[in-house]
């Protein structure tokens, strides 16, 4: 099922499950046990007790982005999304307000090793698969054609 080898991206998707991360002492654990991050909600649920939450325009305000279940594709890539996320998740996990907190990283890591390599991926299926319909399209035309010029040839024997 992995199409990665970045062992720490693999470990934030088991650990998910488990939270059983090695966190640095300036890390908000309240804030952290409140939310779990998905890859994709097509692939993963969320854990009992845990809201699927929309996107989010700014994940570092408890206020408009509540504890919750995100899903990392829908909040980093949508336009309603967070456009800063890194900043905000640093803020979100770090009771000193710094970048110290190292929660937030394995969050991005999973996007950049997950997330991305599969929408890269998608991107060159989906480019593979227009050039098929053209080609397709092409030869329909064609063959629309050959059946108007039957028809002309029917009429005229």
């Known amino acids: 099922m992995w199409d990665i080898n970045d062992l720490t991206a693999i470990g934030h998707v088991n650990k998910v499950f488990n939270k059983s991360y090695t966190l640095g002492v300036t890390c908000n654990t309240v804030t952290i046990s409140g939310d779990t991050?998905?890859?994709?909600?097509?692939?993963?649920?969320?854990?009992?007790?845990?809201?699927?939450m929309p996107a989010c325009s700014d994940l570092s305000l408890q206020t408009t982005c509540p504890?919750?279940?995100?899903?990392?594709?829908?909040?980093?890539?949508?336009?309603?999304?967070?456009?800063?996320?890194?900043?905000?998740?640093?803020?979100?996990?770090?009771t000193s307000?710094?970048?110290t907190c190292n929660y937030y990283q394995?969050?991005?890591?999973l996007h950049n090793n997950w997330n991305v390599i599969r929408m890269n991926k998608m991107d060159t299926v989906n480019s593979s698969i227009i050039s098929l319909?053209?080609?397709?399209?092409?030869?329909?035309t064609k063959v629309s054609a050959v059946k108007a010029s039957l028809n002309?040839?029917?009429?005229?024997l």
Request: hydrophobic share 25%; net charge negative.
């Open 152 to 156: 002309s040839f029917k009429t005229t």
């Open 97 to 99: 307000g710094g970048t």
């Open 37 to 52: 991050w998905m890859p994709s909600f097509n692939l993963y649920t969320c854990p009992a007790g845990k809201s699927k």
């Open 67 to 94: 504890l919750g279940c995100y899903e990392i594709l829908n909040e980093f890539v949508s336009p309603s999304g967070d456009p800063s996320y890194t900043t905000s998740l640093a803020t979100r996990y770090d």
């Open 106 to 109: 394995y969050i991005v890591n």
């Open 133 to 140: 319909k053209t080609t397709v399209d092409d030869y329909a």
